[in-house]
């Protein structure tokens, strides 16, 4: 899909490789046409478990952690991992990211990414992360 950013035209498909090929993310799914709008980028993205307790375990002792307290460290992790993807959008984007779940199944975190054009503003963005993630849920 191709969506208008700023004065240029991306592929979402490219960037959806970018991300792939440039960090421990998996894009689950391509869900800038659930935005409904044609200026925005959006993807579901996944990161193993494995990866995250790696990080972790070198700040805690797993094995002192609640699985609340866990699940609080793979969320925050992932999102704070998710941010260096900024690096691969346009420079004018501005990003939003949200972890939602921790999927036992796929034995990973999934998290929503979005990213506008600076132009558009933090306000339009929230908006459409909320669509997001009601559409997920």
């Keep these: 899909m191709y969506i208008a950013f700023g004065r240029t035209i991306l592929d979402t498909e490219e960037i959806k490789n970018k991300i792939e ?43 002192d952690l609640s699985e609340d307290e866990l699940f609080e460290e793979y969320i925050s992790l992932s999102e704070e991992l998710a941010t260096d993807l900024e690096d691969l959008f346009e420079e004018e984007a501005i990003i939003d990211i949200k972890a939602y779940k921790w999927d036992p199944s796929d034995n990973d975190i999934k998290l929503v990414i979005a990213a506008v054009h600076r132009d558009v503003g933090e306000n339009k963005l929230k908006d459409v992360m909320r669509r997001l993630l009601t559409q997920l849920e």
């Design 21 to 63: 090929e440039n960090s421990e993310f998996k894009v689950v799914k391509d869900m800038s046409k659930g935005t409904k709008r044609e200026d925005t980028a959006a993807y579901n993205l996944g990161i193993n478990i494995d990866v995250l307790r790696g990080i972790i375990e070198d700040d805690y002792s797993i094995e």
